[in-house]
């Protein structure tokens, strides 16, 4: 069994930032990639970034340069500094981690983090 745990969501004003955390924990035997998405209120949940155990990263168009996503793979932990921020990103965040287990591979997600950027 594997457990993805978040934290670091919250209330921001426009132009602010907030840093999301979420940490995978149990049989994890290799992480391929982890990440996030974000689903806004009556919208279909949504990559916002990836990286790779190898460090390699993938960000959503709206996004770019405003979000930096990082990892720590001794901790199986992954971060999404989000700078910047705009009432657009009022969104539930979703972590998401793809783990392999020999030639077959699996998606977890975290429980969600509510992210609300409002004046």
């Known amino acids: 069994q594997v457990q993805l745990v978040e934290s670091g969501g919250g209330l921001v004003q426009p132009g602010g930032s907030l840093r999301l955390s979420c940490a995978a924990s149990g049989s994890i035997l290799r992480v391929k990639y982890m990440g996030w998405y974000r689903q806004a209120p009556g919208k279909q949940r949504e990559l916002v970034a990836t990286?790779?155990?190898?460090?390699?990263?993938n960000y959503a168009d709206f996004v770019k340069g405003r979000f930096t996503i990082s990892g720590d793979n001794a901790k199986n932990t992954v971060y999404l500094q989000m700078n910047s921020l705009k009432h657009e990103d009022t969104a539930v965040y979703y972590c998401?981690?793809?783990?392999?287990?020999?030639?077959?591979?699996?998606?977890?997600w975290g429980q969600g983090s509510q992210v609300t950027v409002s004046s």
């Open positions: 990286i790779t155990s190898g460090g390699s990263t």
């Open positions: 998401n981690a793809r783990l392999i287990r020999g030639i077959l591979e699996y998606d977890y």
